[in-house]
């Protein structure tokens, strides 16, 4: 573990590792995961404390949803299909469809990074990329595709904002010209660049995936959705069927 957050550039102190002993024991694969998620929540900030480790670990008891959609990105079909029955059993959820939803958005996520890594900038990233060098040469590039992207959209709804005349006609009815909206972050990388662990973990994801399995995912989620909402099926078999299609592809 001191190699982990020797790379990481993190130090913990005695209390926290003896908190997470009390919370998760010495399973090493346990360990590791929970190590992920503290590096991940400190963000640049060096020290991790028995504090964190409390928050962190408390946070994932109660947001199994989490643990869910990293199963599935993971492509690890047996833990999906451990939390998939946890969930669906548990009443941490209103409706099968939230599920759902949750994956859909991590695929949509690493489609946009695959667009990325196919890009220019993108190709400072490679498969087996330290935390040290995604920081100081990946994520520079992160930055700006985002911000290229935004500007984008942002260029595309004032092209379609003239086009429909919508100015000129507030104009004529005396109306206050409407205030610029801030374009969408949902299709950004990194919502937060300064937090920058947990971009680094969904580009190592993304490596577990090609473009045209994310793009294969996306169909079989949409037809998932149709069979949850139009159809009688057993919801638990209808995303029983999505996840080992997405988890078992390619393997």
């Not at 130090?11 to 003896?18: R, V, W």
């Not at 959820?93 to 220019?120: G, Y």
Request: with cysteine; charged share 30%; net charge positive.
């Amino acid at each position: 573990m001191k190699s982990v957050l020797t790379q990481n550039d993190k130090t913990m102190d005695q209390n926290a590792y003896m908190a997470m002993y009390k919370m998760t024991g010495f399973d090493l694969r346990t360990f590791s995961s929970n190590m992920d998620k503290l590096i991940s929540y400190v963000g640049e900030r060096k020290n991790i404390t028995a504090q964190d480790v409390e928050y962190v670990l408390k946070r994932t008891k109660k947001d199994p949803i989490y643990e869910f959609t990293n199963a599935v990105t993971d492509k690890n079909i047996v833990k999906a299909l451990f939390y998939l029955d946890s969930l669906l059993a548990g009443g941490e959820i209103d409706h099968p469809l939230q599920l759902l939803s949750a994956i859909v958005n991590q695929i949509r996520k690493l489609l946009i990074i695959k667009d990325f890594i196919e890009n220019p900038g993108g190709s400072v990233w490679f498969t087996g990329c330290r935390y040290n060098h995604f920081r100081s040469n990946v994520m520079p590039e992160i930055i700006v595709h985002d911000r290229a992207f935004l500007k984008n959209i942002d260029d595309w709804e004032n092209t379609l904002s003239k086009e429909l005349g919508e100015d000129d006609e507030n104009q004529k009815k005396g109306k206050r010209k409407k205030k610029k909206r801030k374009a969408s972050t949902d299709l950004i990388i990194a919502k937060n660049p300064k937090n920058t662990y947990p971009v680094f973990m969904m580009l190592q994801k993304s490596d577990k995936f090609t473009k045209n399995e994310l793009i294969y995912d996306l169909e079989c989620l949409s037809k998932a959705d149709l069979r949850l909402k139009r159809t009688v099926q057993n919801p638990k078999l209808v995303l029983e069927d999505v996840l080992i299609k997405i988890c078992m592809t390619g393997e």
